[in-house]
């Protein structure tokens, strides 16, 4: 969002507030809790915040009710909204957050976006989208905002803003009406020693044409059409009045020079060629740079900018001691003068130690531009020993934080935005992603890549990364990896247990002289060797780095008829439980597609429902316990590998005698 319109919005608010009052609606579709955190899974979704062109317009109250700030953002003309949705929504072990946007009741499916996280709640910042001028004409206008989880339970937030009318002809720059179009008070900037240049109008009227602060005329025009002619350089202030009495006038600033840099606050200064190294005053400092004509600065690493300005001051913190800093200067509109210089701070670099560095890394390819972000490695730790990857052409590789926020914009990790460098030199603002959590390398080399944390000072990564441009050499024959096999489960004895302590193992027979004594088989238990995930484990295997699920073989209590299977666990079990009247009728099954896993199991209500019938119940139980083998076999001049899953089974049995 260009922020030459900034001022001109805030000043159309503070009239619109003056002239109608705050306009505050309530929308009821969130709940206190759903604001306090409630995880329950049957909380609605929630927006918590939208902003338009850095403007709230809908919030969260102290009850968690949105309110919405209706006709009080007013967009000036030809102008684009830039959007920021933070949204809430809850789930189970996944949570899945959908946005759509509608602009006067018709969707517009290109800003429809999805996310998900693991956890029973997810907060997720929606990337930044805009809305064009194209659709934006003068009036008022609706947007409408619907937030879904994966349950399609949605919150819909409705906003009424106005785009203003443009109270100015159109101007537009060159001899066309096809050019680039100009807002009153903007800045022209011709590099060079003279120049000129060329503008035309909608509709009719008189141009005029001064130095500025002077109010002697250089040239004047009538039409719709007018031509500067050749100026020296110097600044020029140019003048349409229209015929229409209903428009107001129009100007624009117009500055002509070379795009020359100067040290310094003025150009009294040393003049600085493009590319040159300065060297800063040890840190902390502050380096002037200073402009003849106004442009858009930026410093790489500090987030540091300025706009349609001639001069800027570059604030330098103690922690980049011993880097390289990049300035860069764009002349106002004028993309192909950018000049750059670089800024070497005295000192030394923060010590990157591998053995304690704390953060990880997932390196991330892209092999075109119509492939996706695809994972090469994920979860790497620093080292001393160089990364290499193939890439045949060299496109994009990014070594990023979090490798899920870069492809879809969910939350960031711990490490989340931070200050990198490439051999020593503070990456551009070009070489990272849009909130600095990402770094692009796009060329063959060796890199030595450094990353501070900004959000945790103590947060630090450090490695070498060799990009090689060419195809992945082939392995030279198969091997059994990580995941491909797991532990053989031990074959422990199955048994039913009585909340009085009473254990009933494969083959025992109880007789139960009356129904009144059926009580103590009210909440039987199972035990038995069954697979438990105990969250996820990292394995370091040849350089690579692995996260996957942490499952392992527990011999506990399990459920009645419970399956326990992970995405990508190399081991996994499940059970089946019936119950039987006198070895012929089924009363009760439990497994994992009927009834589901039950903690306990109450014979005596499965009797009574039997009428209490006097003879022989039969508990029948199968546990199967699943685990994937590997094996390397031999095929005349290669080995094969080849990867199966082993079951081994057990069945128990236990019987009660109803007389």
Request: proline share 4%.
């Amino acid at each position: 969002m260009k922020r030459v319109f900034r001022h001109l919005l805030i000043v159309s608010l503070m009239l619109s507030s003056v002239a109608t009052g705050t306009n505050l609606t309530p929308v009821w579709n969130a709940s206190a809790a759903t604001v306090a955190g409630n995880s329950q899974t049957s909380a609605n979704p929630v927006h918590q915040s939208i902003f338009f062109n850095d403007f709230q317009v809908v919030g969260l109250d102290d009850n968690g009710q949105n309110w919405v700030n209706n006709d009080q953002f007013i967009l000036p003309p030809h102008t684009p909204i830039d959007i920021d949705i933070t949204q809430l929504t809850y789930g189970d072990q996944t949570t899945v957050s959908q946005n759509s946007v509608s602009l006067d009741g018709t969707e517009l499916p290109e800003f429809q976006q999805q996310s998900e996280a693991t956890g029973s709640s997810f907060v997720w910042k929606v990337p930044r989208f805009t809305i064009p001028v194209e659709r934006l004409s003068p009036g008022t206008h609706t947007l409408t905002f619907v937030a879904k989880d994966g349950k399609q339970r949605a919150s819909t937030v409705n906003v009424r803003f106005l785009v203003q009318a443009s109270q100015t002809a159109d101007i537009y720059q060159g001899k066309a009406e096809a050019g680039k179009l100009l807002a009153s008070g903007t800045t022209i900037t011709l590099i060079g020693t003279s120049g000129a240049e060329a503008f035309s109008a909608s509709v009719a009227g008189t141009w005029k044409l001064s130095k500025q602060g002077e109010t002697t005329l250089l040239k004047g025009g009538y039409g719709r059409n007018f031509d500067t002619g050749t100026l020296e350089a110097g600044a020029y202030q140019l003048l349409f009045h229209a015929d229409d009495p209903g428009l107001e006038d129009w100007q624009a600033t117009i500055h002509i020079g070379e795009a020359e840099i100067y040290q310094g606050t003025d150009e009294t200064g040393q003049l600085v060629a493009a590319n040159q190294k300065i060297v800063a005053p040890a840190a902390p400092s502050t380096v002037s740079f200073y402009s003849k004509v106004p442009g858009y600065w930026t410093v790489s690493g500090t987030g540091q900018t300025e706009e349609n300005a001639q001069r800027i001051d570059v604030k330098i913190p103690v922690e980049f001691s011993g880097m390289t800093l990049t300035v860069s200067f764009e002349p106002y509109g004028d993309k192909q003068h950018q000049v750059s210089m670089e800024v070497q701070i005295p000192g030394t670099m923060n010590a990157c130690d591998p053995s304690t560095a704390t953060a990880r890394m997932d390196i991330m390819i892209r092999n075109n531009s119509l492939s996706s972000l695809l994972f090469e490695q994920k979860n790497i730790r620093s080292s001393t020993t160089a990364v290499t990857l193939y890439q045949d052409p060299i496109y994009q590789v990014w070594i990023a934080t979090d490798g899920n926020h870069l492809r879809f914009g969910r939350e960031f990790d711990d490490e989340g935005p931070g200050i990198w460098t490439i051999n020593g030199v503070v990456a551009t603002s070009d070489q990272l992603s849009w909130d600095h959590t990402a770094l692009l390398l796009n060329e063959a080399g060796t890199f030595q890549i450094n990353y501070y944390s900004r959000l945790n000072p103590g947060v630090n990564w450090c490695g070498s990364v060799t990009i090689v441009e060419d195809s992945r050499p082939l392995p030279s024959s198969d091997s059994c990896e990580v995941g491909d096999s797991g532990t053989v489960p031990a074959a422990e004895t199955i048994y039913l247990e009585t909340d009085k302590g009473r254990k009933l193992k494969d083959g025992d027979e109880v007789t139960i002289e009356s129904v009144d004594d059926l009580e103590e088989f009210s909440r039987l238990t199972l035990t038995a060797n069954h697979a438990v995930l105990d969250g996820k484990k990292k394995v370091e295997e040849d350089n690579h780095v692995y996260r996957m699920p942490n499952v392992e073989w527990e011999y506990e209590e399990v459920g009645f008829g419970e399956k326990q299977k992970f995405s990508g666990a190399p081991i996994s079990s499940e059970n089946r439980v019936e119950v039987v009247f006198n070895d012929k009728k089924v009363l009760k099954t439990f497994d994992n597609e009927t009834d589901g896993a039950r903690k306990r199991l109450n014979l005596a209500d499965i009797i009574e429902e039997n009428d209490n019938k006097p003879g022989t119940y039969t508990i029948r139980v199968w546990n199967e316990l699943h685990y994937k083998t590997c094996e390397l076999n031999w095929r005349g001049d290669y080995y094969e590998k080849d990867v199966d899953t082993a079951t081994k089974e057990q069945e128990f049995s236990a019987t009660i005698v109803l007389e």
